[in-house]
């Protein structure tokens, strides 16, 4: 994007704020995931652990997007100007490429299948994933409308790929899942789509009648709330559908289980 355009102070400032809350946001879900580890049983564990990375990694993100947006703009007064320093976007870009294949293995290991199809599974789909992302950039960062528009096609395609293993791949999976869980799993692949199908409208943004500082504007917090819930939403349903799996397969979370099954968790 080019920053040498000015922007208004209530703009540079509902960026600011947002990036600011986010690092908050994700600074305090990464403990809550990482603290909470002990209330849900041993296989679900990992899930909980991976999730806080995700949002960990994004706390980091946030705070250089921060830097970032800090560097690119003056503000003297209420007046703010571009600086000419450009804000960095491979920063998001990075992040993505980082935190969503972790997102899509979060998912499949909260389902506990079998060894075999986690790993193809959470393999697919993390390729999938990465190629989604690294389709996307020379779009964003591209200043024309033709660049955009192609690179943000190719990438379309594994990102469909992903919605199509999401809930045809997966549905079949979630039918095994025990009662309780089922609603919650069931929630969080929706979060998950729904939040997902954020990210390409955002992206699309330049195309529409939004222009100057506002497309800038409009970009930065669409991706932030798609994030917050991405992230940190799904994160916080992961360790709902962890804790909940963990009463009905073990009734007791607190550590006693019988020695058999003791054994086989240590095998996953
Ligand atoms: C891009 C480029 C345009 C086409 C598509 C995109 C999809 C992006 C997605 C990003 C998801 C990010 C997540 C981050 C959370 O950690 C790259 C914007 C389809 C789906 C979930």
Redesign the pocket.
């Known amino acids: 994007m080019d920053q040498s355009q000015t922007i208004s102070a209530a703009q540079y400032f509902f960026v600011y704020n947002a990036f600011s809350f986010t690092f908050a946001t994700m600074a305090a879900t990464t403990l809550f995931l990482w603290l909470s580890k002990s209330e849900v049983a041993p296989p679900y564990r990992t899930a909980l652990v991976i999730s806080g990375l995700?949002t960990a990694i994004?706390a980091y993100h946030y705070l250089r997007i921060f830097e970032s947006w800090q560097a690119a703009y003056e503000v003297s007064g209420t007046t703010v100007t571009g600086t000419g320093n450009a804000f960095n976007d491979a920063y998001r870009y990075v992040?993505?490429l980082l935190?969503?294949p972790l997102?899509l293995i979060e998912l499949v290991l909260v389902m506990r299948l079998s060894s075999e199809e986690t790993y193809s599974k959470a393999t697919r789909l993390g390729l999938a994933a990465a190629l989604?992302?690294i389709l996307?950039y020379p779009?964003?960062v591209a200043t024309d409308t033709g660049t955009r528009v192609l690179w943000?096609t190719l990438?379309?395609i594994p990102?469909l790929y992903i919605v199509y293993e999401l809930f045809v791949g997966l549905g079949a999976a979630i039918k095994r899942q025990p009662e309780s869980a089922r609603n919650l799993i069931n929630n969080a692949r929706w979060l998950t789509f729904a939040?997902?199908g954020f990210?390409?409208i955002v992206?699309m943004i330049p195309f529409t009648s939004f222009e100057g500082p506002n497309v800038e504007t409009a970009l930065q917090i669409g991706y932030t709330v798609?994030?917050i819930i991405?992230?940190a939403g799904v994160g916080v349903l992961i360790f709902l559908i962890a804790r909940r799996k963990s009463v009905a397969e073990y009734g007791d979370v607190e550590g006693n289980y019988p020695p058999q099954e003791a054994a086989a968790m240590a095998r996953h």
């Open positions: 995700v994004a992040d993505w935190t969503v997102l989604m992302i996307g779009g964003e943000g990438s379309t990102f939040s997902w990210y390409p992206y798609a994030d991405a992230k």
